[in-house]
């Protein structure tokens, strides 16, 4: 690597993040095609959170251009508390925990994906008594083993999944969460308290991701008066998508940053939900 290149992706971390503690911090990536955004924060302080968006703008692959950023930013090697790994995918599937066995995982997986796995990952959603099964791409699942120390890997649908859990049985019978991401939303919905649905679309306008949803809660049978919708995230027509959705529906309602993390998540209005809500789980 040329040494100026180093140097331009070199980062600073803020005088308060000490790394000769650094088991004072947990590090949690998230991998997404389109690029790689972390944050660390502290274990004992919820609201000491760092977030960095790496930049791309290059035409390398996101792997490659992650390699680079790692090996000229030695904080990334440091001892934490816990590694997590946020793996963003569109291919996953759900299975029920009492019936889920390990082995069949490429099975469970093959039935719903036509396109051949790449390294398949699951892990158990205790409190909603499921088992979620995604594929990662091997390189990446690869160098992350190398150079990390025990990570761990989480689907991005289970940090939203496991914080919603226990918020979704106050107020309303049944509850539509949604969030916007870069290429698609995630949406959710619990009814009287237990998980119903979890689905993810690809789409990048508001009128896709308004048909998505209403279509869903046509669907599910959900009343247009009594139940609700919370819509997060980050999407450039997030308003939009509200305004068209009241129009519908009578409670839509803005998801804010969790309230725990509302003066981290206030520095910068870009850390996707799943990063903020990961940090107020353990998976």
Known sequence: MQPDKVYNMKIELPSNFDMKQARKYILSLRLHPRGVSFTLHSVQEAND????????TTNEDTLSH????????????????????????????????????????????????SESADTLLSQQIENNGIS???????????????????????????????YFHGREKMGHLHKL????????????CYARGKFVLGKHFVCSHSSDMLYYALFIWKQLKLDQLADMIWLGGIHPEKEILIAE???????????????????????????????????????
Not at 74 to 84: A, G, H, K, Y
């Open 49 to 56: 959170m760092f977030y960095h968006q790496i930049e791309n």
């Open 66 to 113: 992650f390699k680079e950023f790692f090996f000229a930013n030695e904080f990334l090697i440091q001892n934490f508390f816990r590694v997590n790994v946020i793996n963003y995918s569109p291919q996953f599937t759900f299975v029920p925990s009492a019936i889920f066995e390990e082995k069949d995982k490429a099975e469970y997986f093959n039935f719903n994906f």
């Open 132 to 162: 979620l099964i995604h594929n990662i791409s091997s390189r990446w699942h690869e160098f992350v083993l190398r150079s990390f120390s025990e990570p761990k890997f989480v689907h991005h649908m289970a940090s939203l999944m496991n």
């Open 177 to 188: 969460v949604i969030n916007l991401n870069e290429d698609g939303m995630d949406v959710l």
């Open 245 to 283: 959705l009241q129009k519908y529906v009578q409670h839509v309602y803005p998801l804010f940053p969790p309230e725990e993390n509302k003066d981290a998540a206030a520095t910068t209005q870009n850390i996707p939900l799943e990063l903020i809500t990961l940090s107020l789980c353990e998976l």
